[in-house]
């Protein structure tokens, strides 16, 4: 049986909680792939194109034009190699979606 603390919980704490049960996102990985992010895309890619959570091992990437969809598709390869660091966890393909 689980104790009840009068302490209140993280906001991170509770934030991860819910987003494990409402998209079952993943939000430590997120973390280090973001860390990891200009380091793996040209500055202007990493400047305007932004991770924004990984779904069965899927990264999902917000782009403000079909243009930059394009280079990341080019550069997809080399961005998951990239991420092969994270071991397991790493995701295996990427999606890109427009945002403005």
């Given at each position: 049986?689980?104790?009840?603390?009068?302490?209140?919980?993280?906001?991170?704490?509770?934030?991860?909680?819910?987003?494990n049960r409402v998209k079952?996102?993943?939000?430590?990985?997120?973390?280090?792939?973001?860390?990891?992010?200009?380091?793996?895309?040209?500055v202007a890619v990493a400047?305007?194109?932004?991770?924004?959570?990984?779904?069965?091992?899927?990264?999902?990437?917000?782009?403000?034009?079909?243009?930059?969809?394009?280079?990341?598709?080019?550069?997809?390869?080399?961005?998951?190699?990239?991420?092969?660091v994270l071991g397991d966890?790493?995701?295996?393909?990427?999606?890109?979606?427009?945002?403005?």
């Open positions: 049986m689980r104790k009840f603390s009068d302490q209140p919980t993280p906001l991170g704490d509770v934030l991860r909680t819910m987003a079952k996102v993943d939000l430590n990985i997120m973390e280090e792939i973001q860390a990891l992010w200009p380091s793996l895309v040209e400047q305007s194109c932004h991770p924004e959570f990984v779904k069965k091992q899927v990264l999902i990437i917000s782009v403000p034009s079909g243009a930059f969809a394009q280079q990341i598709n080019l550069e997809q390869e080399s961005i998951l190699e990239g991420l092969s966890r790493a995701p295996r393909s990427l999606k890109t979606t427009q945002k403005p």
